[in-house]
């Protein structure tokens, strides 16, 4: 597995049209580090979002299973008030190949809406480091890009 970034929104939220205020950006954030505090609630939430993924691959084409396992933490990167971002390692499986990762998981409010954000990289030190650093670029870079002017 080589690196890469992913960003989606929620269509939940966004059909809803739902404003993400500061406020309920606060509250969010609060609820997702207590997720990340015990690890056996982080990864039912990736087992949920991993069959959604699969569900999603499956429709588009006849595609592998992708699982995504043994989640562990490694902590909070940055927390700002419209962005908050944490690493996390696993493994990752599909097509009978199963590999370890480094990933940084990214919440940003922009412009009242919730965006998310994902960057990957394979176990190696320079992946840890490479995924923190453009996950605190990137998402700088986000906020810049569509701050209001």
Known sequence: MDRY??????RNIDEKKTE?????FEQVVAV?????????????TVHASTEEINNKLKAVQNSKDISIDKLIPLGTIFQTTDAYGFLFDGVV??????????AASILIRVRNRLIFAYVYGSE???????VQTTAEEWTREILAANSSK
Not at 5 to 10: A, I, N, P, R
């Open 20 to 24: 993400i205020t500061m406020a309920i």
């Open 32 to 44: 997702i580090k207590q997720e990340i505090g015990d690890s056996s609630q982080l990864n039912s």
């Open 93 to 102: 499986s599909s097509g009978g190949t199963t590999t370890r990762i480094v």
């Open 5 to 10: 970034m992913v960003v989606e929104v929620s």
């Open 124 to 130: 190696a030190e320079s992946s840890l480091k490479w």
